[in-house]
């Protein structure tokens, strides 16, 4: 029995505590599946991290961001002016580069058959 594969874009939201310095961790991954119109965001966010490279840093602060993405990613309210947009544009928006403290890392692609497992084993392998 073959499983259908679909091609899908991840990017890792990555958390940049000092923009000048460049020193970053990896807090999240998106994932966006076209096929089956499924875009989502799972984040973690490491407070050792964070402190250890900040000490001075928002916790709260990184924390909203880093839900934010997940609420753009959700669609609906919760995504603000982006709520009208499909799953595509969501994404596109979030990867868009940024010099914030929450900012995304390169697209890369895969195939799936499961885009909500995937979300999940690359927050797994990648983040946690």
Request: hydrophobic content about 45%; aromatic content about 6%.
């Amino acid at each position: 029995m073959s499983t259908t594969r679909d091609v899908f874009e991840y990017a890792l939201v990555r958390v940049v505590p000092r923009v000048e310095r460049g020193e970053m961790f990896n807090a999240g991954v998106l994932v966006y599946c076209r096929a089956k119109s499924f875009v989502a965001a799972r984040t973690h966010l490491d407070e050792a991290k964070l402190k250890a490279l900040d000490p001075d840093a928002d916790v709260a602060g990184v924390r909203a961001a880093l839900r934010a993405v997940e609420g753009v990613c959700g669609g609906g309210e919760a995504a603000g002016q982006a709520a009208g947009d499909d799953a595509g544009r969501r994404f596109r928006w979030l990867v868009a580069p940024r010099s914030t403290v929450v900012q995304p890392g390169p697209v890369h692609t895969g195939l799936t058959a499961d885009p909500e497992a995937e979300i999940e084993r690359l927050l797994d392998l990648l983040v946690r």
